[in-house]
């Protein structure tokens, strides 16, 4: 089985490797409560990398200048009532260390679709927040592969 995947280029993803000036970051946000920011928060510091309050504390500073969630109506019955909808979230950031842009402003969007009944309100509200968090993690599994790749 290990030749099989070996030779079907399977790599295991090993821990984020960073640059250097990244080991001691801030994080620079309007929203410290958003999906988004939490779950980052937590993946960086569980891939070993000390996260300061302070920007004069820090070595690289990651801005997130984007952080926005939503929902677009996708279709309608022919009542005009909702029955599909698209919900977004979307990030841009960037990483600096001192006057060097590591990582330019970059913007990732992600998007699912879930069907809407009128006699369901409870559960799709709730399967539509599971889906919020969902897009959340994607987002940041997304940007620690393009940080890891600096």
Do not use: W
């Not at 993946?43 to 309050?53: C, H, S, T």
């Not at 984007?66 to 599909?84: F, W």
């Not at 799709?124 to 994607?138: F, I, N, P, T, Y």
Request: net charge negative.
């Amino acid at each position: 089985m290990t030749l099989g995947l070996a030779g079907c280029g399977f790599q295991l993803q090993g821990a984020l490797t960073v640059p250097a000036q990244m080991e001691r970051t801030h994080i620079a946000t309007d929203d410290e409560y958003s999906v988004f920011y939490r779950r980052l928060r937590e993946q960086l510091v569980a891939n070993g990398i000390e996260l300061v309050d302070m920007p004069e504390e820090s070595a690289a500073t990651l801005a997130i200048h984007i952080d926005d969630t939503g929902q677009r109506v996708l279709s309608v019955s022919a009542r005009n009532v909702p029955t599909e909808y698209e919900v977004y979230y979307s990030v841009e950031y960037s990483v600096s260390a001192g006057a060097e842009n590591l990582q330019p402003r970059r913007f990732i969007t992600q998007t699912r679709d879930y069907t809407y009944d009128e006699t369901l309100v409870l559960g799709k509200a709730r399967e539509e927040q599971v889906m919020r968090e969902s897009l959340a993690d994607d987002l940041v599994r997304i940007m620690l592969k393009q940080l890891g790749s600096l």
